[in-house]
């Protein structure tokens, strides 16, 4: 995989930082409506075309953490969603969003704390992250969702990711699953995710990586 790559874009109240190794091109920020960011632009961040909110509006809208953004003002930077979810893309990673706590997940990624994108393919060469090898990989899966979970006292709190060697997720937390329709459909505190790609119970882990010798690395 290519070396890691952090851009800043500073401006006079707020600095934008892109991390190239968890950006998966969703392209929220080119598309976004404004100027913050513009393709062809140099910079292609230009924090001072933006008010500090928009600003946040934007960088909260990348799935991946790849974007963080720090301000002058600390009572401006980004807080953590009130309810965890994970939303199950079709054809695509698991994505988080909630108060995050993810196994070795790199300091200097402090977007991770609030928003991640995790590799379900099992292609992927950044794991436990996505880095779009689904696109290429012989993976099909609708993100369908068929079980419903027990319900939740509450939405919200720290949602936090295992990540079992060679094998799946292991999530604990309030937490609600979101089907590739974008039906709620599963809500609880405990799961165990597919990462393997193989799963014939996917999103959720049956036990397929053992028999066919996943590895992870």
């Known amino acids: 995989m290519a070396d890691k790559i952090v851009k800043n874009y500073t401006g006079k109240g707020a600095t934008v930082t892109w991390d190239s190794k968890l950006c998966i091109h969703v392209g929220e920020c080119g598309r976004a409506k404004g100027e913050l960011f513009e393709t062809g632009r140099k910079p292609w961040c230009d924090p001072d075309t933006s008010s500090d909110e928009q600003t946040l509006d934007v960088v909260r809208r990348c799935p991946t953490g790849s974007l963080s953004v720090v301000f002058s003002d600390p009572s401006k930077g980004e807080t953590c969603d009130p309810e965890n979810t994970i939303t199950v893309v079709y054809g695509g990673p698991l994505i988080l969003r909630g108060q ?9 990624a402090p ?25 290429t990989a012989d993976f099909s899966d609708s993100g369908a969702v068929g079980e419903t979970g027990t319900p939740l006292e509450d939405t919200g709190g720290a949602l936090t990711v295992a990540i079992k060697q060679n094998g799946p997720l292991r999530i604990t937390g309030n937490m609600r699953i979101i089907s590739g329709s974008g039906r709620p459909a599963w809500q609880g505190t405990s799961a165990v995710l597919c990462r393997c790609g193989m799963s014939g119970n996917k999103p959720f882990c049956d036990g397929t990586h053992r028999k066919r010798q996943w590895q992870d690395n």
């Not at 994108?117 to 292609?123: D, E, F, K, Q």
């Open 100 to 108: 995050l706590d993810i196994q070795d997940a790199p300091a200097d």
């Open 111 to 135: 977007a991770l704390k609030f928003r991640a994108a995790l590799c379900r393919c099992g292609m992927s060469r950044n794991k436990p992250f996505c880095d779009n090898s689904h696109a």
